[in-house]
């Protein structure tokens, strides 16, 4: 598969999820004569009644529809792009989890917001840059690869002349974010807060339960010992909770 194809259609799977999240009937009837097929909305089999009745096959249904649609014209896909961020003010949900309740809407002073759209598939890891800490790094990865992710860390990347905007923006692309907070290191625990203010899923682990922070100690955590056991233990824990977060995802 070629790399432009790949990326377009990894581009219409976010779409999709937005989509299902977000949209009702007259959403749909609107797009249809956008995309000058109203015909392909209004006939369906399923599309419509499948969301009236909220059934389990609506996913299915949306992305044969918007796959559809591109097809019958590639230039649909910015149409459908532009109608989100019109409608819903952006093309892709940044949040790791489907928007429901009341929306908020913010825009960061101390950060750019990355051109760059939320990737489902990578793991992002909060921890002290500290040489004892390399091996619970390496069992992060190769959990990560366990459950067919990506696993980074701020120091895996170099786009700006600040750290805390690539850092933010590593943030913004994850799907899911690891925060070690052993030894209470205060930047983890403020890369903590980023990571949950932007709705993902966040996954906190530790050498000592007594370093969660107060705030969030009624949140389950993953404690590990720093040795060949518990290195191997964590790496199990860490992959059987990304592979229930990919479960989800896929439904």
Request: proline letters at 5%.
């Amino acid at each position: 598969m070629a790399y432009e194809e790949l990326n377009r259609n990894k581009k219409i799977l976010r779409l999709v999820e937005v989509i299902k999240n977000e949209f009702d009937q007259s959403n749909w009837l609107e797009l249809g004569l956008l995309t000058n097929r109203p015909d392909a909305i209004q006939n369906h089999p399923r599309l419509l009644r499948s969301l009236d009745f909220a059934d389990s096959d609506y996913g299915g249904h949306v992305l044969s529809v918007v796959m559809m649609l591109v097809r019958a014209d590639p230039n649909n896909l910015t149409v459908i792009e532009d109608y989100l961020q019109d409608k819903f003010g952006g093309g892709e949900n940044v949040s790791s989890t489907p928007i429901v309740g009341r929306r908020i809407v913010f825009a960061p002073t101390v950060f750019q917001v990355p051109d760059a759209v939320p990737d489902p598939d990578l793991v992002s890891v909060m921890m002290p840059f500290d040489m004892s800490f390399s091996p619970v790094h390496a069992t992060l990865v190769e959990a990560s690869r366990s459950a067919g992710m990506n696993c980074l860390r701020a120091d895996n990347i170099w786009e700006h002349s600040t750290i805390i905007q690539d850092i933010f923006g590593l943030i913004f692309r994850s799907f899911v974010v690891v925060c070690d907070f052993t030894g209470r290191n205060p930047n983890v625990f403020y890369e903590a807060g980023i990571a949950h203010t932007l709705g993902k899923h966040v996954i906190p682990i530790t050498q000592n339960a007594e370093d969660i922070p107060f705030d969030l100690r009624h949140h389950r955590f993953i404690r590990y010992l720093n040795n060949n056991e518990g290195i191997a233990a964590l790496n199990r824990d860490v992959a059987a909770r990304l592979n229930y977060f990919v479960s989800e995802r896929r439904g």
